[in-house]
């Protein structure tokens, strides 16, 4: 049990922390600095960031894979889509775990790479933070009672928010910013429309893909604790 409450607040923790990690590099593209925040601090507060990021998932990978609760190997960590526990959205996990690596790795050969490669490569960033944030709600165990889906949710508007200020700059090009802006709609409207029929929905959990032992385990135990 204490597994399993270590992979759900590592998997919340890496989700704030991914957020801010996002929002750091859309400021940083800004060029934001001022005299209290200089702009040496948020590329520090940017790496600092990514680091915790890369340690919760390490800590929410190895307490998935070790808690005995769900059948999910090590190697469905990082290959998508191959496991038998909700295959599509713990796939997407392990796609956005997959995509930060790739963001690791290159940063690593950065002086090899060239800015411009290391640059078209970086922008992964912007794909693996909703391919998270929604295996975090479609798999999440915490989305109905609240707590989670709030925090999907506050993580969303941040970002939203973030990229607005970004589309702002003069220095942005009318393209891109009708295309980012219309990107982030689409994304809204679609989780808008997911979710109540998705994951907030009863019966989510045999939809997703939970193997039937688990469901009737899970019915059996509350049933127990009915009586």
Do not use: E
């Not at 704030?16 to 001022?34: D, E, F, I, P």
């Not at 200089?38 to 890369?54: E, I, K, Q």
């Not at 998270?132 to 989305?143: E, I, Q, Y």
């Amino acid at each position: 049990m204490a597994l399993w409450y270590l992979t759900r607040g590592t998997g919340a923790a890496a989700l704030v922390l991914l957020t801010l990690s996002l929002t750091l590099g859309v400021v940083n593209v800004q060029r934001y600095a001022s005299r209290l925040v200089p702009r040496f601090a948020v590329d520090g507060w940017h790496r600092t960031t990514s680091l915790l990021v890369c340690v919760l998932l390490a800590v929410h990978v190895g307490t998935t894979v070790l808690d005995g609760y769900a059948p999910i190997r090590l190697v469905d960590a990082f290959v998508p889509f191959g496991g038998t526990y909700r295959p599509v959205w713990l796939g997407l996990g392990a796609l956005a775990l997959d995509l930060l690596i790739a963001l690791i790795v290159t940063s690593l050969l950065r002086a090899r790479l060239g800015l411009r490669a290391w640059r078209a490569v970086h922008w992964l960033a912007y794909a693996c933070w909703p391919v998270a944030l929604v295996h975090g709600l479609g798999t999440g165990s915490d989305v109905r009672p609240g707590w989670l889906t709030w925090l999907s949710l506050g993580c969303t508007a941040v970002v939203i928010v973030a990229v607005g200020v970004r589309l702002a700059d003069r220095g942005t090009a009318i393209r891109v910013r009708a295309g980012a802006a219309a990107t982030v709609a689409a994304g809204v409207i679609a989780l808008a429309i997911w979710l109540p029929s998705g994951p907030l929905a009863g019966g989510w959990a045999a939809k997703a893909g939970t193997p039937p032992s688990i469901l009737g385990a899970k019915a059996a135990t509350t049933a127990r604790s009915h009586r």
